[in-house]
Nanobody, 118 residues
Framework: QVQLVESGGGLVQAGGSLRLSCAASGRTFSSYTMGWFRQAPGKEREFVASSGVSTAYTDSVKGRFTISRDNAKNTVYLQMNSLKPEDTAVYYC??????????????WGQGTQVTVSS
């Protein structure tokens, strides 16, 4: 099966930047839609961004976050700029087959902590 490993999380001050990486293995990387989700304590996991047939972002990160991918390296990235304390969460990488008719993702990474101090 597909294995996903996130990295790049850490502690930053508000207004700072981080770049998260998600390394994938198991199948042809280009045949999957890749997504980023996050979950803060006491809240449901929420969609952040995705890259597949098209790219998409949740409204709260538009203009600040950028999802990109390097298919040759089997890696997807999330560049996070102008970070805010409300961005604090565990960030998860996820994958599903490209053009899947389901909104559910099939594979998930272990998560990486992002903490933004005010």
């Amino acid at each position: 099966q597909v294995q996903l490993v996130e990295s790049g999380g850490g502690l930053v001050q508000a207004g700072g930047s981080l770049r998260l990486s998600c390394a994938a293995s198991g199948r042809t990387f280009s045949s999957y839609t890749m997504g980023w989700f996050r979950q803060a304590p006491g809240k449901e996991r929420e969609f952040v961004a995705s890259s597949g047939v098209s790219t998409a972002y949740t409204d709260s990160v538009k203009g600040r976050f950028t999802i990109s991918r390097d298919n040759a390296k089997n890696t997807v990235y999330l560049q996070m700029n102008s970070l805010k304390p409300e961005d604090t969460a565990v960030y998860y990488c996820a994958a599903k087959p490209l053009r899947s008719l389901s909104r559910a993702y099939d594979y998930w990474g272990q998560g990486t902590q992002v903490t933004v101090s005010s």
